[in-house]
C-alpha cells in the first residue's frame, strides 16, 4: 500500500468513524421511552438506526444482493414491515453497531486506490466503482441521521451533536 493509498483510506475511516461517533451518541442519549416509539411509523429512532445500520451491513458484504439479510433478532427485512416492539432494544443496536463499525473499519483500511477505482459490480445503483458504493453508504448514513435529528426537534428532545474533525 502506498502513502497515497494509506492517505485516502485514513480520510474514509475518519469520515465513517465521525459518523459512528453521531450514532453511538443516539443510541445512548435518546431516551428508553422515545426509542421504540412514535406517532410516525417511519421515524421511530429505533427503526432509523437499525435500517442504517443494517444497510452498512449489507453494502459491505460480498455476498451478492438478496443473499445478505440476516434474521438478527428474529427480524426479518425482506419479510415487509417490522412491528415496532420488534426492533432491537438500546443494548442490542449498540452492539450491532459496533460489530458493523469493526467490519467497515476493516474493509476500508484495507483497500487501495486500484481496488476503490475498479468498476461496481454487485451494487451499481450506487456508482460506477467501489468508492461509489462507499460514499453512497457514507451518504445514506447522513441522510438518515438527518431524519433522526429532525425527528427528536419535533419531539423536543436533544438532538445529536454533529461530530467534526478536531485539529
Not at 468513524?17 to 453511538?24: G, T, V
Not at 445500520?53 to 415487509?80: C, F, H, L, M, Q
Not at 450506487?126 to 431524519?147: C, D, S, V
Request: glycine letters at 8%; charged letters at 25%; a negative charge.
Amino acid at each position: 500500500m502506498t502513502a497515497e493509498d494509506e492517505r485516502l483510506a485514513d480520510t474514509l475511516v475518519e469520515e465513517y468513524r465521525l459518523m459512528f461517533i453521531m450514532y453511538e451518541g443516539a443510541i445512548k442519549q435518546i431516551p428508553e421511552t422515545h426509542w421504540k416509539s412514535g406517532d410516525i411509523d417511519y421515524l421511530i429512532p429505533a427503526r432509523l438506526v437499525f435500517h442504517a445500520i443494517e444497510a452498512a451491513d449489507y453494502y459491505t458484504t460480498d455476498t451478492p444482493p438478496g443473499n445478505v439479510w440476516k434474521n438478527r433478532y428474529g427480524i426479518d427485512p425482506e419479510s415487509g414491515h417490522i412491528p415496532a416492539e420488534k426492533l432491537p432494544n438500546q443494548q442490542q443496536m449498540l452492539e450491532y453497531h459496533q460489530e458493523v463499525c469493526g467490519k467497515i473499519y476493516a474493509w476500508l483500511g484495507g483497500l487501495t486506490m486500484t481496488d476503490m477505482l475498479v468498476s461496481e459490480e454487485k451494487f451499481p445503483w450506487t456508482g460506477p466503482t467501489l468508492l461509489g458504493r462507499i460514499m453512497y453508504l457514507l451518504g445514506h448514513y447522513r441522510q438518515h441521521f438527518g431524519e433522526l435529528n429532525a425527528e427528536l426537534r419535533r419531539r423536543d428532545i436533544p438532538r445529536i451533536k454533529w461530530t467534526v474533525v478536531k485539529k
